[in-house]
């Protein structure tokens, strides 16, 4: 089942409760990370560990769109990107159709989209299992070279809110290993 993220939705919730009279707004919330680790001939040739967060607003007022973002989820760079939305809907062009989404009544299907296991899987043991594959690839013909060994994860946790009456929170992670190889025989390869 997807989980949904009380802090995340808080803060989006509190943008949207921002609204002035004939606004329509949407606050998108976000924060994750990503690991990426790249093996070549056992050794670690690549290793990357980085977490990003964010904030998107979208302000919809007499048919024209202003939107606006920041890389922070700080309280004074919220009201920024708040002003910011705002001030850009002045340069926005007028389109009649121009709206938010309404809640459409549908249920949600409950989703397990996140691993606690994943989640607590130690970065040591990533770099390892990234050595393995490589170990294994290279053991199953003698003709098999291995290009690189790679290892990637991520996780994200997001909210939206709207003036218009949607609001969700959820979060995610996934992880993939992958090896690319070539095979040489004689002089084809």
Not at 37 to 53: D, I, K, M, P, T
Not at 101 to 130: C, R, S
Not at 153 to 161: C, L, M, P, R
Request: aromatic content about 6%; charged content about 25%; overall charge negative.
């Amino acid at each position: 089942m997807s989980v949904g993220v009380p802090e995340l939705q808080k803060l989006a919730d509190s943008v949207v409760e921002q609204a002035k009279p004939g606004e329509q707004v949407e606050a998108y919330v976000s924060r994750g990370g990503e690991t990426s680790v790249r093996v070549y001939e056992g050794e670690l040739e690549h290793f990357v560990s980085a977490q990003s967060e964010g904030v998107g607003i979208r302000i919809i007022k007499d048919g024209r769109t202003g939107f606006a973002y920041a890389g922070t989820l700080e309280p004074s760079a919220i009201a920024e990107v708040l002003a910011e939305a705002r001030d850009n809907i002045q340069f926005g062009t007028v389109d009649q159709w121009a709206g938010l989404a309404h809640p459409d009544g549908v249920a949600q299907i409950p989703q397990k989209f996140w691993d606690e296991e994943l989640a607590n899987y130690p970065t040591d043991k990533k770099i390892e299992i990234t050595k393995e594959l490589e170990k294994l690839t290279l053991a199953a013909d003698a003709r098999v070279r291995a290009e690189q060994s790679n290892y990637e994860d991520g996780w994200a946790e997001t909210a939206v809110s709207t003036t218009t009456g949607i609001r969700e929170s959820g979060r995610g992670n996934s992880c993939y290993v992958s090896v690319a190889t070539l095979a040489d025989d004689g002089d084809e390869a």
